[in-house]
């Protein structure tokens, strides 16, 4: 670095990637400080199967705009859905979803793209479209932001915020779990800026019974139906941030809930800049509660989850389970078959018998580990029932297309054939009634028919099929639909 650069230095040219996949670039100075860069290199212009979000910076501040580029196929003209975003804290490995793009928390200013949840992209694009003023994030973190085109094909960029440049205005809360039983211990765990050496006051909790009741402010914060023990810092009110905590404070045993339902914590530095923390309660051991967690509940396809079941003190018996699933265009969940290769790959054999039995050696927990992998991208729920008639669920959002279930076609392509198939015999009605030179024409007819016999062997996996990869069956699907042109006018 020179004087002359004024403490910025931009590069131009600076590299170009041969081969795609995840690189991490790490920087160094002469005081062993040091930072990274991540980038996602997706390929080349000639995978058409790909989406790619790039942005003018990965690493903004909260008080900078960021600028998203989206580059699609050449052919590629419809939605590119901005479907799910995701929050991490410096502090955890763990992402959580947020449920809302306008969620003020998170999000201090956005584009109407953002707010809508798309972008259409248009033939004068040029298959590339820069959205400026895309959006400018509220709280420094770790955010994820993913983007779907209406084929399926998915990805996502990542941000580092890292908080304005004013950042003594920043205040984070993080805890070791946010769905603790009443009978846990929490350990809450500040970040500050760099500079700040004063109190941190919690000043506010709330309570809802539910996630559809409303947040009720509890007036004490030694208030027994809600809190069964807890540190001098919560009795009290507030924590001194001191220099010799560099930044982070962790307060071990810092709370022990009493009563389940929802708990949202608030917290104030001296510049009147807040943030709130949420918990979960599920209930404790002497309760009629039963609980599923899982590690992660956002995993790809293909890769093994983990599922735990907690369970009263006095319960011994079984754990049934079944399963539903919806798509992320569907509102509707539909029933599946445990042993579908569909859904369900590399199966534990407690997953394939259905239950697991609670004894007293499990002292009310039980932990299966890669109880199953997701065969496919959507959402997945998982329930469990006890011989009392107690039931309770988990939700996966599954994310990436994941495995194939035929040879030579990727699951996107087999996918493709089951809409296509599931559509035909409402747009052969449709042409027909539409076109009437098509209408009386035979060889058209009986084209069509043997085109949807052939997707139907590929759907049933046919081992005689006449489609033994997409290529065949997207070569012949575009013979008839030039003949079907050629008979329209």
Known sequence: MKSSD?????????????????????????????????????GSSSSSDEIELSANKSNPSTSEYIKLTINTDEDYVWKISFYKVQYRSSSSSSWTTISSRTNSTYFSNYSDEWEEGYYKMKSSDDWE?????????????????????TNDNTTYIDFNVWGSSSSSDEVELSANKTNPSTS????????????????????????????????TTISSRTNSTYFSNYSDEWEEGYYKMKSSDDWEKTIN????????????????????????????????????????????DTPSASEYVDLTVLTKSSYRGDINFSAKYRSSTSNSWTSISRTSSSYFISRSTTWDRWYITMTSSDWWEKNVENIFKFAKKGYYR????????????????????????????????????????????????????????????TTWKNLSDELYKNMRDVINKKSDRKFDDYDDFDEDFRYRFNYTQRRMD
Request: hydrophobic share 35%; net charge negative.
């Open 253 to 296: 045993n810092f709370l022990k809930f009493a009563k389940k339902g929802y708990y949202r914590i608030y917290a104030e530095d001296t510049n009147d800049n807040t943030t709130y923390i949420d918990f979960n309660v599920w209930g404790s051991s002497s309760s009629d509660e039963l609980e599923l967690q899982t590690n992660d």
């Open 382 to 441: 998982i329930i469990a029932e006890d011989e009392d008639g107690y039931s309770t669920y988990i939700d996966f959002n599954v994310w990436n297309p994941g495995l194939s279930p035929l040879p030579g076609f990727t699951l996107k392509e087999f996918e493709m054939v089951e809409r296509i198939y599931n559509a035909w015999p409402t747009l052969i009605s449709k042409l027909r009634s539409e076109y009437p030179k098509l209408k009386n024409n």
């Open 6 to 42: 004024d403490w910025e230095k931009t590069i131009n040219n600076f590299l170009k990637f041969a081969k795609k996949g995840y690189y991490r670039i790490y920087a160094q100075d002469v005081d062993w400080n040091y930072d990274y860069i991540d980038f996602n290199v997706w």
């Open 129 to 149: 479209k820069t959205i400026n003023n895309f959006l400018k994030f509220a709280k420094k973190g770790y955010y994820r932001i993913y983007a779907e085109d």
């Open 184 to 215: 846990e211990w929490i350990k809450l765990t500040i970040n500050t800026d760099e500079d700040y050496l004063w109190k941190i006051s919690f000043y506010k909790v709330q309570y809802r019974s539910s996630s559809s009741s409303s947040w």
